[in-house]
T-cell receptor, first 115, second 112 residues
Framework: TQLLEQSPQFLSIQEGENLTVYCNSS?????LQWYRQEPGEGPVLLVT?????EVKKLKRLTFQFGDARKDSSLHITAAQPGDTGLYLC???????????????FGQGTILTVHP | EAQVTQNPRYLITVTGKKLTVTCSQN?????MSWYRQDPGLGLRQIYY???????DKGDVPEGYKVSRKEKRNFPLILESPSPNQTSLYFC???????????FGPGTRLTVT
């Protein structure tokens, strides 16, 4: 079974601070996605990374895929109250065997940004 | 409007009473899947389907059944629900596993 360890589980910061969320595994993933979920709703995709070492930016959010495609990070610069939510990473593999077709999610990071 | 719909949104039932949660998508997606979400555990995949008539177990399939008789529908069946299946359930669809997953609004199930 592939596992994705996400940290920290909770993050409470003040508006304007920077933060990083980590997503780590001992398994190699073909692609890794980051989702954001608000209360009462389903997760919504933020970004997909597929190449080792890839860096993608979405306004104040920077996503990085590790060189070995086993880990990823989400960095938010100058956090705002609107960034508050649950952030989830999800990995998929085309390695074949019993893992093919499965999508594995991390435990999630609950981010609260105080005004 | 492109969407994934789930019904019911809320359900309270008793142990052992069979239930079905429906999931339907109008985007002609090949891949559909079911997840349960519990505090501190993120989303855990229950079952997935790569295409019509093709289904496979996710990480937590025990106590659940699914079927994929047509592309748009992917119902989740609990033959004999138990209290440990109390959870928030999400259905999702996508063109494939490496593409964006579109999630339904969720079904909150309570089994007493």
């Amino acid at each position: 079974t592939q596992l994705l360890e996400q940290s920290p589980q909770f993050l409470s910061i003040q508006e304007g601070e920077n933060l990083t969320v980590y997503c780590n595994s001992s398994s190699v993933f073909s692609s890794l996605q980051w989702y954001r979920q608000e209360p009462g709703e389903g997760p919504v995709l933020l970004v997909t990374v597929v190449t080792g070492g890839e860096v993608k930016k979405l306004k104040r959010l920077t996503f990085q895929f590790g060189d070995a495609r086993k880990d990823s990070s989400l960095h938010i610069t100058a956090a705002q109250p609107g960034d508050t939510g649950l952030y989830l990473c999800a990995g998929a593999s085309n390695a074949g065997g019993t893992s093919y077709g499965k999508l594995t999610f991390g435990q999630g990071t609950i981010l609260t940004v105080h005004p | 409007e492109a969407q994934v719909t789930q019904n019911p949104r809320y359900l309270i039932t008793v142990t052992g009473k069979k239930l079905t949660v429906t999931c339907s998508q109008n985007m002609n997606h090949e891949y559909m899947s079911w997840y349960r979400q519990d505090p501190g555990l993120g989303l855990r995949q229950i079952y997935y389907s790569m295409n019509v008539e093709v289904t496979d177990k996710g990480d937590v399939p025990e106590g659940y059944k699914v079927s994929r008789k047509e592309k748009r529908n992917f119902p989740l069946i609990l033959e004999s629900p138990s209290p440990n299946q109390t959870s928030l359930y999400f259905c999702a669809s996508s063109p494939g596993i490496f593409y964006e997953q579109y999630f339904g609004p969720g079904t909150r199930l309570t089994v007493t």
